[in-house]
């Protein structure tokens, strides 16, 4: 077993048991003090950041990584690296480790409280992608659009599906977004609209993070993750559905999904993840030779969504959903992604596409949730949604539960603001 996954390790720092960010957890941000000073990198733990920075200057982490304002080098800096930094940190923070402990001026430097700082972009984002990974997702959508009969499209078994999504619009955590507009074509309307989306809504998503990329003109083999994909996010892929329902033919989404893709801030590292990996959905067809795996390769991630209204006093859950319903996996859609050439770099980000599961309850979109307006979610105050209003905050969580602690992934929230007038 790794033994910064030993779930017998404290910390002298107290974790409670439904904190997120315990020693076995140890996930990767970029934060900026209130008190001013540059951006750098830290990993939480309990509710505070260490500062790596200030452990760099002192020799006890490798230089040249963490006195940035990206994760990006670290990212590119490879599994040794960046395993061997985890176990030092994992160190420094046990129980019965006195050498950070029991220096309460270095103490004091490099720990600062969550509450006392800014989490930015965890890296710079040189590129997107969006898979569509969930076959109960992917079938909802398709029966809506196609039938029941018709709701797979015959490649879908056969391979991840996905799209090149933007980059720039990715954003961390705690942003706010406008209703974006756009040209829908209701049914009954003679000619195009041009006015605020009406249907936005979220996806409930996981991001990953390139690690160490891959060269022009080679693949990853499936079996080889771990060696390109350094950790995961939560991330909210905005949607709005009645500009997309007119503007995907035929090339796919493109305005409709680029005005805003929020991400949590933390990146919690595969190696973290690794007790509680699960198989994956069965594969029927058996894919093709190289998208085989070997291992278990589903992650047992609960996942939650919220909202809370303008007018509600608190956020009320509308999914639970769990990442191990994704029928494919991380290994799988690198390997695709891949396989012609195509070379990924250090820092760009994987999502997974809307995880839905097999229950009503666990549909990871409001188009989902209300079955496309036809079954509005009904909220605690007497408000009913089929799609989000201005003023109602969105904030999706996840953790893995070990005995006694939990792996967690922290959260994603943003608020759907007004759109600009037009
Ligand atoms: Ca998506």
């Known amino acids: 077993m790794n033994p910064t996954t030993n779930p017998r390790l404290t910390s002298w720092i107290p974790v409670p048991a439904d904190s997120h960010f315990p020693i076995q957890n140890l996930p990767y941000g970029v934060f900026r003090?209130?008190?001013?000073?540059?951006?750098?990198?830290?990993?939480?733990?309990g509710d505070q950041v260490l500062d790596l920075s200030v452990l760099a200057a002192r020799d006890l982490l490798p230089g040249g990584y963490f006195d940035r304002p990206s994760l990006n080098a670290f990212f590119a800096a490879g599994r040794?690296?960046?395993?061997?930094?985890?176990?030092?940190?994992s160190r420094l923070l046990s129980a019965d480790e006195a050498r950070l402990r029991d220096d309460s001026a270095l103490r004091g430097q490099a720990l600062v409280a969550q509450r006392d700082v800014e989490m930015l972009l965890p890296c710079e984002i040189g590129d997107y992608t969006d898979f569509y990974a969930s076959r109960e997702h992917a079938t909802n959508v398709g029966t809506m659009m196609r039938g029941a009969d018709n709701a797979l499209q015959p490649n879908w078994l056969h391979l991840p599906v996905g799209y090149h999504g933007?980059?720039?619009s990715v954003v961390v955590s705690g942003t706010d977004l406008r209703r974006p507009c756009g040209q829908?074509?209701?049914?009954?309307?003679?000619?195009p609209l041009f006015g605020p989306s009406k249907n936005v809504d979220f996806e409930l998503e996981l991001g990953a993070f390139i690690g160490t990329g891959n060269d022009l003109g080679t693949a990853i083999p499936a079996d080889r993750t771990p060696d390109h994909l350094f950790g995961v996010v939560l991330l909210n892929d905005w949607s709005a559905r009645d500009i997309q329902a007119w503007e995907y033919v035929p090339l796919g989404p493109f305005l409709a999904k680029n005005f805003g893709t929020s991400i949590s801030p933390w990146v919690v590292p595969l190696e973290a993840l690794e007790p509680f990996r699960v198989a994956g959905p069965k594969q029927d067809p058996e894919p093709l030779p190289y998208l085989k795996t070997k291992g278990p390769e589903g992650y047992d991630?609960?996942?939650?969504?919220s909202i809370q209204g303008a007018k509600m006093d608190r956020p009320h859950v509308v999914c639970r959903s769990n990442?191990?319903?994704?029928?494919?996996?991380?290994?799988?859609?690198?390997?695709h992604h891949t396989v012609n050439g195509c070379n990924l770099r250090p820092g760009d980000l994987l999502g997974t596409g809307t995880i839905s599961g097999p229950v009503p309850e666990s549909?990871?979109?409001?188009?989902e949730l209300a079955w496309r307006g036809t079954k509005p979610i009904a909220f605690p105050n007497g408000e009913t949604r089929s799609f989000l209003q201005d003023g109602d905050r969105v904030t999706m969580t996840g953790w893995c539960q070990g005995d006694g602690y939990r792996v967690g992934l922290g959260e994603v929230t943003g608020?759907?603001?007004?759109?600009?007038s037009v």
């Open 301 to 305: 991630i609960q996942l939650e969504v």
């Open 33 to 45: 003090r209130q008190t001013g000073g540059p951006a750098a990198v830290g990993v939480a733990i």
């Open 80 to 89: 040794a690296v960046q395993s061997g930094t985890r176990a030092v940190i």
């Open 415 to 420: 608020v759907i603001l007004p759109a600009r």
């Open 323 to 335: 990442a191990r319903y994704l029928y494919w996996s991380f290994a799988q859609q690198l390997a």
């Open 166 to 168: 933007r980059a720039s």
């Open 363 to 367: 549909f990871g979109s409001m188009l």
């Open 184 to 191: 829908t074509k209701p049914a009954d309307a003679p000619a």
